[in-house]
């Protein structure tokens, strides 16, 4: 990344998918000693150092897939039950990250976070 002069990056391996914790830490590790502003899908990734966050409420997302488990449960055929998006996305803040790495963040933009680390 240093040597292709990469200005920032995005970690789209960050979500719900747990397998890729490993990899998804080596990439934090990576851009904190390299000082690139990161972002992830994974608000738990910016509460250990990570720059910021924008992705889907997973609480959210688990609680509406427990109502499709029940319908199974009940009956429902899963080829009958829609496909879903996620309706709730939330954006996570370190000021802490920003300015180790010398970023200003706009004024504007913690105010509309749903989570400030500070």
Known sequence: ?????VGA????LGGADRSN???TGRVLQLAMSNRLPAIYQSEDLVI????????????????????????ILKGTKPADLPVEEPTKFELVINLKTAKALGLTIPPTLPGTADEVVE
């Open 21 to 23: 914790s490993a990899t």
């Open 48 to 71: 250990e150092g990570g720059l910021m966050s924008f992705g889907p409420n997973l609480a959210d997302e688990f609680r509406r897939a427990a109502s499709y488990v029940d319908k």
């Open 9 to 12: 990056i995005i970690d789209i």
């Open 1 to 5: 990344m240093a040597q292709m002069q």
